[in-house]
């Protein structure tokens, strides 16, 4: 299946730093990645849809000088956390858009997510 | 009422019993569904999408009802290991995005 990684696995950090989040497809090509955010026992929340070459889209609600979004590349996607702050400590969790050769439709495949946690 | 929305659960299932949940959707417009499991502190993963006519997986089965904007997923003989929190997931419009219900806990009990 379709794999996607995700790194770091868990942050740390003190309140006004910078956090740079990876958002990988190990095993094929994704023009679009998604970026959610899940609270503990909430639902997953789309922050952002992110285009390869192009300007991220934000969901209404999502400040998108705070978390920015770079897709450089047919299999990255990053999202930075800027001057994070206790209320940004959550899982942050990617996905990769997958059309499966010969199998029709298509799904998005999830990286293990990121737990940061701001001090 | 929220796009998709699903009974938070628990469901005390015990050990090889037969469970079933559904996922009400309000957008009639949305073409594809999925269902994908969540373990707690991890990612989701698909589990299985869901087909105008149904489709089964082993022991689990999914089902789509347009008339009533819902999906099911069955599941048999239930196994400890499939406990966890089941998240279904709906496009969008004809876009691509999915919109995701809160999930439904499962717990299988010996």
């Known amino acids: 299946g379709a794999v996607v990684s995700q790194h770091p696995s868990w942050v740390i950090c003190k309140s006004g730093t910078s956090v740079k989040i990876e958002c990988r497809s190990l095993?094929?090509?994704?023009?679009?990645m998604f970026w959610y955010r899940q609270f503990p026992k909430q639902s997953l929340m789309l922050m952002a849809t992110s285009n390869e070459g192009s300007k991220a889209t934000y969901e209404q609600g999502v400040e998108k000088d705070k978390f920015l979004i770079n897709h450089a590349s047919l299999t990255l996607s990053t999202l930075t956390v800027t001057s994070a702050h206790p209320e940004d400590s959550s899982f942050y969790i990617c996905s990769a858009r997958h059309f499966p050769l010969g199998r029709g439709g298509e799904t998005q495949y999830f990286g293990p997510g990121t737990r940061l946690l701001v001090l | 009422r929220k796009e998709v929305e699903q009974d938070p659960g628990p469901f005390n299932v015990p050990e090889g019993a037969t469970v079933a949940f559904n996922c009400t959707y309000s957008n009639s417009a949305s073409q594809s569904f999925f269902w994908y499991r969540q373990d707690c502190r991890k990612e989701p993963k698909l589990l299985m999408s869901v087909y105008s006519s149904g489709n089964e997986d082993g022991r689990f089965t999914a089902q789509l009802n347009r008339a009533s904007q819902y999906i099911s997923l069955l599941i048999r003989d239930s196994k400890l290991s499939d406990s966890a929190t089941y998240l279904c997931?709906?496009?969008?419009?004809?876009?691509?995005?999915?919109?995701w219900g809160a999930g439904t806990k499962l717990i299988i009990k010996p």
């Open positions: 095993d094929f090509q994704a023009t679009t």
């Open positions: 997931a709906v496009n969008r419009d004809s876009n691509y995005q999915l919109i």
